[in-house]
Each structure stands twice: as C-alpha cells, then as structure tokens.
C-alpha cells in the first residue's frame, strides 16, 4: 500500500525519514526522536484495581520497547513537544476545528509531562501502532459514554471538513482495572483511497495511567489485530508492575 504525498512528507521515504527527523503520515506523526533499543524495565510494585492508586514509574519507562513490537514495526519514542499532537491525531479530528455535535470535542491536549509516546511503523504496509500512557485518574466510563454518544463526528476546520465515525467494540480481556475498544473512521472531501484513515484502539486503565494502543492505516486491509494485541498486553502487563 502506497500513502498518498501530502505537505510535509512525500509518503515512505527511503531509509525511513525518522532517521533525519520528523516524519508526517497524512495527519499523524508517526515517526519522530530516537529509536527504542529495547525495553527499559522500571521498579517492581504490587498493583490494586483502586482507579485511584498512584503507579509511581515514569511513564516513558513504562514505555514497550522494541523488543514488544513485531519483528517488522520500527519503535520510535516521541519527544515530549510532540506526543499531544500525536495523541490529539488519532481522534481524527484536526485541531482547531468546529465540531457537530459540540460535545464530542476532543478532550484539550495533555500536559506534555504527564504523557509518554511509542510509534511503531511496519515498513512493508506503512501501518502504525501508537502506545499512548498518560496520568488520568478519571475512570473509562466517561470516555465510554462520549464514544457512545458520538458516533458520527463532522469537524469543519477552514474549508475541509472531516466525517469521523467511532464504532464501540467488545473491550479487550486483559488485566486492568477496566478496558475499552471502539473502531474509527476518519475521512474528508479529500478522503478516498489512501487518505482515509482507519483506526482500531484498545484502551486500559490502571491505577492513574491510561493505556491506549491505536493501529492506524490508510486502507481497507484488515488491522494487524495480533500485533496490537501483542504490543498492548505488553504494555498493561508492565504498567501494572509499575
């Protein structure tokens, strides 16, 4: 699968453009400060399903490595000016915008501090997997109510607007103190083949960390549901420990 250029970047560069800097796929940055040569393992701790419970590691510890990613994902670790924006793209909805209906505005970026990002890139289809962690003590249950409320999204920024639909999926078996799935759409008048953008995310909360893992592509083709999985449960498991 080819992505479409767009400003900013002309598709797959050779050699993977993160190595010199920055690298933009449609609306997501997905590629951009050092690469993670392995997971760095963080102090040990005993977890409880109290939504309130402190996890005390660093979340960039708490980070999976490479190591958790399939053999064909590059593991990126954003810097911290980046990840909101990054977070803030995979809702689908560009920033700035005017959205129908009005509640279903993103919530504002997190506090640069109190967020960590993984970008994993799968070099032969251009898929991604993003590990999001961040403080949250705020249970899934808001989220779960918004997403059910919102399932169709029109966000109007400039002259483009944007039709995102979010579909509620069966939530993920994995041990944290509650865990989330939907499916999402994102497209435009500038939509069609490769440039709508699929995405597919399990979320979890531990203690004060929100988990979400996001596979996006531009294409029809079924997510890589077992390397989500994977990097997902991973990643929950570590947290946990934490």
Known sequence: M???ETPGTRGRATGLAWVAGCVVVGWVLTACGSS???HPSGPAGSATPEATKHVGAD???LLPGQSQFPATYQAVVLPAPHTAQAAADLTGIPVGSTVDPADCVAP???????VAVVVGTDENTSATITVELSRSPEPLDRLRAQLGQCGTVRARHGALVTTVTTELDPPPPVNADDSLAWSRTAGGQRGGAGLTRFMRTLAAQVGDVRITATYLSFGHD???MEALDQVFTATVGDVRKG
């Open 2 to 4: 080819k992505l479409p």
């Open 59 to 61: 979340l960039a510890v």
């Open 36 to 38: 993670v040569p392995g």
């Open 108 to 114: 504002p970026p997190a506090d640069p501090h109190q």
């Open 222 to 224: 079924a997510p890589d």
